[in-house]
């Protein structure tokens, strides 16, 4: 909803900004900047209410947010919105979870921009693919454990499994999974075949936020652990190798020794 009327309108010019993962803290100083001055922000629906208390108090607040089952906004919609803004109000800050490019399909929005010849800023944020493991105490990436980690969605434009899972269960990385809870089993059962039912796995729903969920398990369990502790969207999914570094793993692992054994 449109919170005022345009006013002494300013140049146009659009910035977006990776809010982090959920924690308000998190965002960057450089991102705060750019609030403190912006006449117009949209924001998704996975960025932290308390962010917005740092703009204006006269400034324009749309919620434009996609998650999943929620798809009011079309990104088109969405496009459209941040230049009209730009075009009738002055600075519009586009306000993404996590990292705009990462999954924030970032790079669309300047695209459209450009075509109006709207100036375009990016300022980057922690992607919960490295902050919410992070946060846990899992590394991406661990000397003697994980060489590289691979980034993917649990889910493509066709509502499909991303091929590129088939080829990371055969690597050695660290894999996150964006997007994936509702394909979990389907997952864990690509990594079972490739015969890593043992490889340490986690699932941290709504990280970095008072309402985080972290079950850690392996492959063969995961499905399992999620279910019974409720686990939903917004979720990440990590297999391999570095999350047998979470506190809690020695203990998941020498019951599933034990239940393994008979």
């Known amino acids: 909803m449109i919170q005022n009327e345009p006013n002494n309108i300013k140049e ?3 910035t977006l900004v990776g809010a982090g993962p959920g924690d308000a803290e998190l965002i960057t100083l450089k991102g705060i900047k750019a609030l403190q001055t912006a006449d117009v922000v949209l924001y998704d629906a996975l960025v932290n209410d ?3 208390d740092f703009a204006p108090a006269n400034a324009v607040k749309v ?3 996609k998650r999943s089952g929620d798809h009011s906004f079309s990104q088109d919609n969405i496009n459209r919105l941040m230049v009209d803004y730009a075009l009738n109000y002055g600075h519009v800050v586009r306000l993404k979870g996590g990292d705009p490019f990462v999954f924030g399909r970032g790079h669309e929005e300047l695209d459209f921009a450009a075509e109006y010849k ?3 800023q990016v300022v980057p944020g922690i992607s919960s693919s490295i902050g919410v493991p992070g946060l846990q105490g899992i590394p991406v990436t661990h000397r003697g454990l994980s060489e590289s980690f691979w980034v993917i969605t ?3 434009t066709d509502g499909k499994i991303s091929a590129d899972l088939y080829d990371a269960a055969k690597t050695n990385a660290t894999i996150v999974v964006l997007m ?3 394909k979990l089993a389907k997952i864990a059962d690509i990594f079972k075949n490739e015969g890593k039912g043992q490889l340490p796995a986690a699932v941290i729903q709504s990280g970095t936020t008072v309402n985080e969920k972290v079950v850690v398990g392996v492959a063969d369990t995961i499905v399992a652990l999620a279910a019974e502790q409720g686990i939903t969207s917004p979720a990440l999914i990590i297999l391999g190798e570095v ?3 979470h506190p ?3 203990l998941v692992k020498e019951v599933y020794d034990v239940v393994a054994k008979g």
């Open 63 to 65: 919620y434009v947010g």
């Open 50 to 52: 308390e962010i917005l």
């Open 248 to 250: 809690t793993f020695k």
């Open 12 to 14: 146009p010019r659009i």
């Open 180 to 182: 994936g809870i509702h």
């Open 243 to 245: 999350v047998s570094l």
């Open 154 to 156: 649990g889910t493509t």
């Open 118 to 120: 709207i100036p375009t």
